[in-house]
Nanobody
Framework: QVQLVESGGGLVQAGGSLRLSCAAS????????MGWYRQAPGKQREVVAD???????NYAESVKGRFTISRDNAKNVVYLQMNSLKPEDTGVYYC??????????????WGQGTQVTVSS
């Protein structure tokens, strides 16, 4: 069984920083693309940033220049460094990953989410 476990969320004032982590565990043969999504109250879940196994990154326009996604392939961990946070960054942040497990092709997994609240 594969699990994605996020950590690092919390309450921060506008202009502050947080670092999210997401660790994948279980019988993992390989990890491909990993990413972070967020869902604000009353809104649809949206992609924040993603990163390929080789390190190519993509960011939502709203976070470019403020957020940095990175990963440690040896540890099966993806990070999201969030700087200059704004109240509109508030939401539940979810980790997402394409994971290959024994006997199956790559499948998409989600973490349980971690709350980020930015006060003005």
């Amino acid at each position: 069984q594969v699990q994605l476990v996020e950590s690092g969320g919390g309450l921060v004032q506008a202009g502050g920083s947080l670092r999210l982590s997401c660790a994948a565990s279980g019988r993992i043969l390989s990890l491909n693309d990993m990413g972070w999504y967020r869902q604000a109250p009353g809104k649809q879940r949206e992609v924040v940033a993603d990163i390929t196994r080789g390190g190519t990154t993509n960011y939502a326009e709203s976070v470019k220049g403020r957020f940095t996604i990175s990963r440690d392939n040896a540890k099966n961990v993806v990070y999201l460094q969030m700087n200059s946070l704004k109240p509109e960054d508030t939401g539940v942040y979810y980790c997402n990953a394409d994971i290959k497990v024994p006997l199956f092709s790559f499948q998409n997994y989600w973490g349980q989410g971690t709350q980020v609240t930015v006060s003005s």
